[in-house]
């Protein structure tokens, strides 16, 4: 049963006995009901929130927002560019933890809802690179997890196994994210700081002097650690229209390159969802919620089947230097093409022209002052014309037949289109 304000008010007075509490009211964080909250008014004026878990699940995952807090030194929380809850007290209540934190006043938007633009979608992508900028040591001098790209490669493979144990995960969908886990070009990326997969509405905002949205606190800290950043980003799904602006204004305002797959990755994330609801309801052997996972999983695959893979395999710069690297350096031979008909500018107007244009028209040759010449094994000119560089002429076969000769120029015809 959900505890009343005046209930979660007497909690505000055991974590801060020497406070008063003036009033109390009910606060909504669209929690799905694993927390009691209530938003109570001190006497000194300050507003703060009391959250008591409604269950163990919830309970943990309380204590662990605690802590990841508890590392956001005054040093961290000045290089943010925005506010994070300060836990004033705990205290006990049945049996659980009610926790009192600052309360941070703003309005909050869900992904669904993020419009395209500057705005949301460009303060919220700025405010996920603003925690990813953030040092390591924040996360591993506090205990917290740290997770190197090869660790979340394997967590990756593990929940897939997880699922593929059930027997109710698509074959579609096994088949794309193997060939994802299995691209080595998906997980070259740089591990950073990360909240362990926010969601979009955990940022509070308020809108500037001239009404464009600016994030002014981030409630959620729970997943606080190490990892892939794409785990910040796998909501974009949600919100197709935000998409590019979110990614775009993530990217300006990291301190750092972001790799070239980050959004890949973070739709494979934001699929693998789907198999971490299944294997929770094989976990907890509850029938509702297979049967919804099982039906979500086959409408992702029906969506997907038809679009590309997501582990295309990419040579980036770095690669490509990188092999060579790795090659040992020539002796001198001359390795240009050995051909006189070769013309680089040619090549690429040709390559630019084949992507945008069905038949592509061959200039008329002319054929007047060609003479077949003969290779040494005594192929006549249509063999030189297939691109074989034609051997110095045998004196002793100077005299050609005139229907040879005709033949030949017959053939060139053919080859070049100019019947």
């Known amino acids: 049963m959900a505890r009343s304000p005046l209930t979660l008010a007497a909690s505000v007075t055991s974590a801060l006995p020497r406070v008063g509490v003036v009033s109390v009211a009910a606060l909504t964080e669209d929690a799905a009901g694993r927390y009691d909250s209530a938003v109570a008014t001190l006497e000194d004026g300050r507003k703060v929130v009391v959250r008591v878990p409604a269950d163990e699940a919830a309970d943990a995952d309380l204590r662990a927002e605690t802590r990841a807090l508890a590392a956001l030194s005054a040093g961290v929380r000045a290089v943010l560019p925005f506010a994070a809850p300060e836990v004033l007290g705990q205290a006990r209540m049945d049996g659980v ?3 009192v934190e600052t309360f941070l006043p703003g309005y909050r938007v869900d992904a669904p809802h993020i419009p395209a633009g500057r705005g949301v979608a460009t303060a919220v992508g700025a405010g996920i690179a603003a925690v990813h900028d953030l040092p390591a040591a924040v996360a591993r001098d506090a205990g917290l997890p740290v997770l190197t790209a090869a660790q979340v490669r394997t967590e990756v493979e593990r929940l897939l196994d997880r699922a593929e144990a059930t027997g109710r995960l698509p074959f579609g969908l096994l088949r794309r994210w193997s060939q994802a886990i299995g691209s080595d070009a998906l997980w070259r990326f740089e591990t950073t700081v990360v909240l362990g997969g926010v969601d979009p509405a955990a940022f509070v905002l308020r809108d500037d002097e001239q009404g464009v949205p600016a994030v002014t606190g981030l409630l959620t800290w729970a997943g606080l650690g190490v990892g892939d950043p794409a785990v910040d ?5 949600s919100a197709p229209d935000a998409r590019d602006d979110v990614l775009a204004a993530y990217a300006a305002r990291a301190h ?6 980050l959004a890949e990755r973070a739709r494979l994330h934001a699929e693998l969802e789907f198999a971490a609801w299944l294997v929770h309801g094989h976990a907890t052997g509850t029938e509702s919620v297979i049967d ?7 409408a992702l695959d029906a969506n997907v089947r038809d679009e590309p893979p997501l582990a295309a395999e990419q040579i980036t710069v770095d690669d490509a230097m990188a092999v060579l690297g790795r090659v040992p350096a020539g002796d001198g031979v001359d390795t240009s093409m050995q051909t006189d008909a070769f013309d680089p500018s040619m090549l690429a107007e040709y390559v630019d022209d084949a992507e945008t244009t069905g038949d592509i028209e061959t200039a008329p040759i002319e054929l007047g002052s060609w003479t077949p010449q003969p290779t040494a094994t005594g192929a006549t000119g249509a063999a030189a014309a297939d691109g074989v560089r034609a051997a110095a002429p045998d004196p002793d076969d100077a005299d050609r037949d005139d229907d040879v000769d005709e033949a030949a120029r017959n ?9």
Do not use: M, P
């Open 292 to 298: 919804d996972a099982v039906a979500l999983l086959e």
């Open 97 to 99: 933890e009610a926790v």
């Open 233 to 237: 980003l796998r909501w974009l799904s």
């Open 256 to 261: 750092r390159a972001v790799d070239s797959v």
């Open 411 to 419: 053939a060139l015809r053919r080859w070049t289109g100019t019947d």
